[in-house]
């Protein structure tokens, strides 16, 4: 039988009490699965993914990538919703699934990602954090609405939105982030401004080096 919502509450309160050595044996299990899924294995159960994925959400500064995340098993990333949105989660676990629904862009995760961004009780730091994972995972879908952040009451939600805009790959950013910059008073969000401009420009520099022909070329 699937696990429900109470068996995934109870597991993951007792997985965080575990010690850091319980901690790092999960994390040493991610390796596990990983190499039993390429060895054609079944995939692992839904309980054992939970244990690994609550381990990756756990560990100190995590640098995880997507390749990672997908190791644990088929069920990643409806499991990374579940901890964003579960009471049970601590602030930094939500965060950190928050920011990794970006590797899993679908209908279900662009959903809650805004249903989180617009909610009456968010706070600044939830919004920084989804409006750069919205603009990572979605990019150009969702540049109207990362946008509409530029204009935001809190000068950090809208530092946040310019950063969330360099992540975006679509012609029209440069221009949109000119024209905040002329009209933005505090000098963090300009800065953050700025610092998009010169990321959009060095990517769209990198691909034209790459193509131009030596010097001498006929």
């Given at each position: 039988?699937?696990?429900?919502?109470?068996?995934?509450?109870?597991?993951?309160?007792?997985?965080?009490?575990?010690?850091?050595?319980?901690?790092?044996?999960?994390?040493?299990?991610?390796?596990?699965?990983?190499?039993?899924?390429?060895?054609?294995?079944?995939?692992?159960?839904?309980?054992?993914?939970?244990?690994?994925?609550?381990?990756?959400?756990?560990?100190?500064?995590?640098?995880?990538?997507?390749?990672?995340?997908?190791?644990?098993?088929?069920?990643?990333?409806s499991l990374l919703v579940e901890f964003a949105t579960s009471p049970d989660a601590t602030p930094p676990v939500r965060m950190r699934a928050l920011a990794w629904l970006q590797y899993f862009p679908s209908t279900q995760t662009k959903a809650v990602l805004l249903e989180?961004?617009?909610?009456?009780?968010?706070?600044?730091?939830?919004?920084?954090?989804?409006?750069?994972?919205?603009?990572a995972g979605f990019g150009t879908d969702v540049l109207e609405l990362v946008r509409e952040y530029l204009t935001h009451r809190n000068l950090y939600v809208r530092e946040a939105a310019a950063y969330a805009m360099g992540d975006i790959d679509d012609s029209r950013v440069p221009g949109i982030l000119n024209d905040s910059l002329g009209r933005e008073p505090e000098v963090a969000v300009r800065d953050a401004i700025s610092a998009s401009l010169q990321r959009l420009s060095r990517r769209h520099a990198a691909p034209a080096r790459r193509t131009r022909a030596p010097t001498g070329a006929p």
């Open positions: 039988m699937e696990d429900g919502p109470e068996q995934f509450a109870a597991l993951s309160a007792r997985i965080r009490a575990a010690s850091a050595c319980a901690v790092m044996a999960a994390l040493l299990l991610c390796a596990g699965l990983a190499t039993a899924a390429e060895a054609g294995q079944e995939p692992p159960s839904r309980t054992v993914q939970i244990g690994s994925l609550e381990a990756l959400l756990n560990a100190p500064h995590p640098q995880v990538t997507a390749l990672q995340l997908r190791r644990v098993g088929p069920d990643v990333g989180t961004l617009r909610a009456r009780d968010v706070s600044v730091p939830v919004q920084r954090i989804v409006l750069r994972t919205l603009a």
